[in-house]
């Protein structure tokens, strides 16, 4: 458990060490350049669209397309500001062979700003979208911490599933043992009783004597098979057995992960 603890605590350290504060930079806004607050993140694309999307549905905005960018109206960049903004949003992986990086792109406007009008690039908001998207990145890894959180569950339950599958297995296996075992004796019993037969009728009766030997060859097929059938129903329960131990082990290896990555929930939930 230590150790599960550990190495999630170790994967955290180095997100947060891959989260750079967001920098300025520029981006094409409908054939114009215009001055951007960019910051990268350790996840794919969909989960950040789909984090930033839950984010501004908190704070009740819902975005629209705009000109390829997702447009948020009417936003604060700051908890102390009187005015709102218009945020342009676009969400890009970062190259095609890091697939687990998206670069986040934040062009910041005036409420209700024509941005292709302006005069020239209006960077007065830049710090601001910067400090809102460094205020945002918390949320991002709440948002994808708790996607791992959903999928570890769903593999708890499958792994505790093939667990009890495994359980059922077993009984039934036994179930099928002593059920093989009861006819077995059965056999054994019949055979003697055809046995007796023979002797009785070894002198006397020529037509008893040939139905009685038949009866017992019959039974001894009956016996091979039976015991054919307990070898590998005794076979399928040690290996059941065996299984069981090992998932048994995952099980709990898998308790392991979700517990940690819960535990990663309490001390890293954002403001």
């Known amino acids: 458990m230590k150790k599960t603890l550990l190495c999630f605590n170790l994967i955290f350290i180095c997100i947060h060490l891959l989260h750079a504060q967001a920098y ?61 903004s218009d945020l342009y949003f676009k969400i890009e992986r970062k190259s095609r062979k890091e697939k687990e990086a998206t670069v986040v792109n934040l062009l910041p406007a005036r409420a209700n700003e024509q941005v292709t009008s302006r005069t020239s690039a209006d960077s007065s908001n830049i710090e601001q979208a910067k400090s809102f998207l460094d205020h945002i990145l918390p949320y991002i890894d709440a948002f994808q911490l708790n996607l791992q959180v959903i999928d570890q569950e769903n593999t708890v339950r499958k792994v505790n599933k093939k667990q009890n599958n495994l359980a059922d297995d077993q009984t039934d296996f036994e179930k099928k043992i002593r059920k093989l075992n009861t006819e077995l004796d059965q056999n054994k019993i019949d055979q003697q009783k055809q046995a007796n037969l023979i002797e009785e009728n070894v002198n ?31 076979a399928d329960l040690d290996q059941n057995k065996k299984d069981q131990e090992s998932s048994k082990e995952e099980v709990l290896k898998e308790q392991q992960a979700l517990d940690a990555l819960k535990a990663k929930q309490k001390t890293t939930a954002p403001d």
Request: hydrophobic share 30%.
């Open 24 to 84: 300025e930079g520029k981006i094409e806004y409908q054939k114009t350049q215009q001055p951007v607050a960019i910051s990268e993140v350790p996840y794919q694309q969909d989960v950040v669209e789909d984090a930033i999307k839950d984010y501004m549905s908190k704070k009740g905005v819902k975005g629209s397309s705009s000109g390829g960018f997702t447009l948020y109206k009417a936003v604060k960049l700051g908890s102390k500001d009187t005015v709102t």
């Open 204 to 234: 006397q009766d020529a037509a008893a004597l040939q139905k009685a030997h038949k009866k017992m060859s019959h039974l001894l097929d009956d016996q091979a098979d039976l015991q054919k059938k307990l070898r590998k129903t005794q």
